[in-house]
């Protein structure tokens, strides 16, 4: 019989509702599988995380007289190759434009299968960061918190690496996180005995994903179809564009300015609910940004993307372009607007990347380039 550890959530809202499908759609073979459950009775929602019972519990095996007892070059070979491992399961999770609630990676939280001492699957509870959930009493069993603060505790010598990973992790700079412990790792001497770990669980992590792209490409035929549809369109509105001198010109309004492209610099990108390549984003709202000044709010006579909630500014936002480049800028806002999570000042611009996530107030949007 499998054990569940119950989480509860408080105030989840459509969006957030929306970003739990994503991930059960994903299929992240390094995420716990869960379901939710409502109880309209009494107004709750809970998710149930399976944990088999042929895994362990990584917190009882840190506290295992065998660990405690190891070498201490071992112990660190293991932290860090864990460190590892979850670091480029939140690269992949980037990839997807999904932002993960790091103080659910926790060690008595995190299970594993072992194979003659090996570890060969590593998984742990991945949610969206802005999904608020209670973690019940029973389930903490030490006081540190997160991961890289139980490490901390664990060897403090290894405090000032492992929180400089942290804040690299926190700030979505995977690379230079995975570059900081290979490089540690590489000074201390530690590769012979970090090796074999590695190895197998990459070696799993690999097996797993393969088999996992080949069930999406047998289900995703309508996904391709549709953006094979969408990225037609697209050429046939670059070619235009390009050719602008051929076609009859269109007056543009006066709220926005019509783009000049350049042959090497021109790029498309768009704003939808869903997350790009999904079937989520064909189903919501989605707006191509055409335009060198592209605005949002509930003004139908100004703004280019319209959203009707009260919460959303009369004009909230712009996103402007300049060159091959994308910037948004907050227009003093009441609600505000978050880029991959992080809170904008008013009235001061910032740099889009080609994939991120804007929140204006409580609408949450997926920002793509093409």
Known sequence: MNQYIRLDIKNIEQMQESEL?????FNFDFSNEFIKV???????NYLLFDIPTDKYILFDWCESENFKTADCSLQKAFYFTLLKIITD????????????NLN?????????????SIITEIQWFVLPSDLHVGIPGSAIRQKAGNLWNYIASDKSELKNIVM???????????KEARDLLDNYI???????????????????SRETRAKRKSETMKNSKTIKNKKSYKNGLIKKIVYRLKNVNKYKKTVPSETTVPINPQDDLFRLAMLSEGPPGTLAESEGMRAFVLVDEFLIGRDKMICDLVLTQSTIGRVHARISRH?????????????????????????QT??????????FAERTFYFHVE
Do not use: M, V
């Open 21 to 25: 499908l994503h991930l059960l759609q």
């Open 38 to 44: 409502s109880d309209s009775k009494n107004q709750l």
């Open 89 to 100: 399961n939140l690269s992949e999770l980037h990839q997807h434009l999904l932002k993960p």
């Open 104 to 116: 659910l990676i926790r060690p008595e939280l995190i299970t594993f299968c072992q194979n003659h």
């Open 164 to 174: 400089s990973h942290y804040q690299l992790i926190a700030e979505d700079r995977h």
């Open 186 to 204: 590489e000074n201390e001497a530690l590769i012979n005995h970090s090796a074999n770990f590695e190895q197998k669980s990459e070696k799993a």
């Open 323 to 347: 060159g091959s480049h994308y910037f948004l800028e907050d227009l003093g806002s009441a609600n505000g607007t978050t880029l991959d999570e992080k809170k904008l000042n008013k009235h």
């Open 350 to 359: 910032y740099l889009l990347p080609d994939q991120c996530r804007l929140k």
